[in-house]
């Protein structure tokens, strides 16, 4: 559909350059008076104005052109499209103009717009706020806008506030005057041109560190009153972001300040608005002593990840919405690349082979979508915020990254934000940018992983290599799942020699490299991977000679194939011997996810057995690693001792390994990568009064990181009375940010979370109600673990197709009730195993 024919775009007519926005928040009465005036350009004469305004009550506008001021009839609102139309009794003439219009709004408490939020401060009192969430299209909520990406133009914030308040915004504060009233008026400076998504505001009982000079930009942490303590990593890896992005882009930082701004109720990790940068408080404040490592890497990923829209996505901005994913997989990527400059001992990147994992989770289902697919609707951008756009989009931008080289990938985006700068986008100015560095067929390349949905199974056998859909089900049955690929693929020999380039088309190529050839050489290559007999005989016992990377993708694509069916529990058995003992976290968190689904399809004998396999793979590591820190580990270490504990207290329930999570939790002994497993291990004993001690323990938790480990570890305990009171909290008791967060864990303990579901099913519409729309498909994502009991299973769907989440986000619920169908086909494969 193009722009003039989609009844959801506005016409062209009158063209916004410059907004003026004068607000006054009321926190406690939860309303607002606002005025904005814009200036236009009228491209012909026209009688009619029509903007979008959502949830506000406008009063007439007043036009001024060529020194008259023409008033409207009261606007005429149209709910569907979320716009009002002012009418004038004559055409306003073509050419510049003003345009003035007062409103009312509420401050709501769905996490977007312009919304109220409250929390609890260190003293027991009640604090409130107001912020905003924009993105995608909700500054409609705050002020009447022409609220669509391609309609740039530069805001000026005036914000009247009680004086005790801080106030902030996208740029810096030019004028602050107290108006003696115990109210005061804050003027902030006009932005740079940027599109409505990114304005913001926030009111409320904030204090901020002192600036950091980031070569000329003065780059602050703002957060809830007496966490100061907690800010001094996100300063730092800001401060790195701005400077390395900065040098990459070869482009300065477009703003004039940088504000992080930690949010105690948000619904996102973060959001980018430019200059006024809002988190998630798990997202920027930790504290590194007690946090977990990847506690505290996520704080830098995230800082990371919203600094680099500050260039992809801010400066430069897609021209319409099926365009956001690009932003979000492009600012994924680029995270990954900083962080890793930033910490180097981090060694980031087999985060990304977790990422894709989680994507090709979803890809490989027949209910998949493409990347980037057609959006008419604002409301139909809501299904790209899911791990096909961040995850699987920023490892297909890896994937080009690595087989274009990085110098090459560079200057093509160099070219394109140059080019483009203060301007709009499609995705394909991507590309042409990215073929005129490289002279690579970049666009052949990326519209086969981005214009159709699924990725291909890559095989090597008898000398050469070729695709296939992968798919968890039925290949003849693919669904939305594509053809064929233009994969780059790069394969090295264990035996030495250089890495090979391919790019593999319909036909096979032929692998000329010495046995045993490693496929994906440096798993950045968004397929799964499958060897021929000889071809996995020849690498089977070399595995310890694979890259950190490589090792990762092979268990990674091996549980991929037990889950689909296509090897059996003891090829997969035989892939997770050759790990050794290699201090690496992420191919030990996916045996422990296989792992799971294993002891979860299986009773009896069979269970037996595979729990005393996983006690032979598992003890060994356990002898090793110990309990607490050894000199000489690693960064990651702790992180790979947290999975190995899990797997000793929860699958094999070693006895001495409970009792010792039971003595550490009662000392109070859990800082670190350890926290969260102890929590589980403990939980799972179901002793008098530790679910109270959790409780309190999370009210009184002295970090945001401590607040969320004791409540994702509710999940843990397997009495229903305990699990439904959980329950009931994510209701009433618990932030409205986390309640739908919480909720889908608790539905995984076997024991429970069938209670659970049906508790929150029960209350449904109350939950749909309380949630914010973003967060709707998620309350139930627990349900992909309930593929062992066919009834519930059949009773699961059933409810969840009469009861359609509303919003963008059908395709979330249906890629979830698959998942459950894929689990239920596994459960009975493996158990024909044993």
């Excluded at 410059?18 to 005036?37: C, K, N, Q, S």
């Excluded at 949010?263 to 977990?292: H, K, Q, W």
């Excluded at 830098?300 to 099926?322: P, Q």
């Excluded at 959980?726 to 303990?749: H, W």
């Amino acid at each position: 559909m193009t722009t003039r024919s989609n009844p959801y775009r506005l016409a062209r007519t009158v063209v916004p350059s410059a907004y003026r926005i004068f607000l006054t928040p009321d926190l406690e009465a939860a309303r607002f008076d606002g005025r904005v005036e814009v200036d236009v350009e009228v491209a012909e004469p026209t009688t009619t104005l029509t903007l979008h305004a959502k949830n506000l009550a406008l009063q007439p506008a007043t036009v001024t052109a060529g020194g008259v001021a023409h008033r409207s009839t009261d606007a005429t609102l149209d709910e569907t499209y979320e716009t009002a139309t002012f009418t004038f009794d004559e055409p306003l003439p073509a050419g510049p103009a003003v345009v003035e219009i007062a409103f009312t709004g509420i401050l709501n408490d769905q996490l977007v717009g312009f919304y109220r939020s409250t929390y609890v401060d260190e003293a027991g009192e009640t604090r409130v706020i107001a912020t905003t969430q924009f993105e995608h299209s909700d500054a409609r909520q705050a002020f009447p806008c022409w609220d669509e990406p391609s309609f740039k133009a530069t805001f000026e914030s005036t914000l009247t506030v009680p004086s005790h308040l801080a106030a902030y915004s996208n740029s810096p504060v030019v004028s602050d005057t107290d108006l003696g009233n115990g109210q005061r008026v804050v003027r902030f400076a006009p932005t740079m041109t940027m599109s409505t998504y990114l304005v913001a505001f926030v009111v409320g009982p904030f204090e901020e560190t002192a600036p950091v000079d980031v070569d000329g930009v003065p780059l602050r942490v703002v957060y809830p009153i007496g966490k100061g303590h907690l800010s001094a990593l996100a300063l730092e890896a800001g401060a790195f972001g701005l400077r390395f992005y900065r040098d990459y882009f070869g482009i300065p930082y477009p703003g004039e300040k940088v504000d992080m701004v930690a949010i105690p109720d948000f619904a996102f990790g973060a959001m980018e608005n430019l200059g006024c940068i809002t988190y998630r408080e798990t997202a920027l404040l930790v504290d590194p002593a007690t946090a977990s490592q990847a506690e505290i890497q996520r704080v830098a990923e995230v800082v990371h990840h919203e600094l680099a829209h500050m260039w992809f996505g801010d400066l430069v901005t897609m021209e319409w919405w099926e365009g956001i994913w690009l932003n979000e997989a492009f600012a994924t990527f680029m995270q990954l690349l900083c962080t890793d400059a930033f910490r180097p001992s981090w060694r980031i990147w087999p985060d990304q082979i977790t990422m894709r994992d989680l994507a090709l989770g979803v890809d490989g289902l027949t209910s998949t979508r493409p990347i980037e697919y057609e959006v008419i609707s604002p409301n139909d951008t809501q299904g790209m915020f899911d791990v096909l756009t961040y995850e699987k989009g920023g490892s297909v931008l890896r994937m080009l990254q690595q087989y274009l080289g990085d110098t090459t990938f560079r200057d093509g985006i160099r070219l394109y934000l140059t080019r483009h700068s203060y301007a709009n986008t499609v995705t394909t100015d991507l590309w042409d940018a990215l073929e005129e560095a490289s002279g690579q067929p970049v666009r052949d390349i990326m519209n086969s992983f981005i214009l159709q949905g699924g990725h291909p199974l890559v095989t090597l056998e008898n000398g050469v290599i070729r695709q296939e859909p992968f798919t968890y089900g039925d290949p003849a049955n693919k669904g939305a799942i594509g053809d064929r690929w233009l994969v780059p693929v790069l394969t090295r020999s264990l035996d030495g020699g250089e890495v090979s380039h391919h790019l593999l088309g319909d036909e096979p190529l032929a692998v000329t490299s010495a046995l045993p050839v490693v496929v994906n050489a440096g798993g950045s290559g968004v397929f799964r991977s499958r060897y021929g007999a000889a071809e996995l005989a020849a690498l089977g016992p070399r595995i310890a000679e694979l890259d950190e990377l490589e090792r990762a993708t092979l268990v990674a694509d091996s549980w991929a194939l037990l889950f689909a069916g296509r090897v059996g529990w003891s090829d997969f058995y035989r892939i997770a011997q050759g790990l050794g003992d290699a201090d690496e976290p992420t191919p030990w968190a996916v045996v422990a996810a296989a792992v799971d689904h294993m002891v979860r399809a299986l009773d009896g004998a069979a269970r037996a057995t595979v729990v005393e396999q996983v006690r032979t793979l598992v003890a060994p590591q356990f002898a090793r690693l110990g309990w607490d820190r050894r000199p000489g580990d690693g960064e990651l270490t702790p992180q790979l001792r947290a999975t190995i504990v899990g797997l000793m207290g929860l699958v094999v329930r070693d006895e001495d390994v409970r009792a010792e999570a039971v003595r550490r939790f009662e000392a109070n002994d859990m800082d670190g990568d350890l926290a969260a497993t102890i929590l589980r291990v403990v939980a799972d004993q179901d002793r008098p009064g530790d679910y109270s001690t959790f409780l309190e323990r999370y009210r009184g938790a002295a970090t945001p990181q401590e607040e969320m480990r004791y409540l994702s570890a509710l999940r843990g305990f397997n009495e229903p009375a305990t699990a439904l009171d959980a329950a009931e909290r994510c209701l009433s008791d618990f932030r409205s940010q986390d309640g739908p967060m919480i909720l889908p864990l608790l539905m995984t303990n076997p024991h429970t979370g069938p209670a659970v579901w049906r508790f929150l099913t029960g209350r449904w519409d109350e939950a749909v109600a309380r949630f914010s729309v973003s967060h709707h498909a998620r309350m139930a994502a627990g349900i992909t673990t309930f593929f062992t009991d066919p009834a519930l299973a059949d009773e699961v769907e059933a409810f969840h197709r009469a009861h359609p989440v509303p919003g963008g986000y059908p395709a979330t619920m249906d890629q979830q009730l698959e998942r459950l169908r894929v689990g239920r086909r596994f459960a009975e494969a493996v158990r024909q195993q044993f």
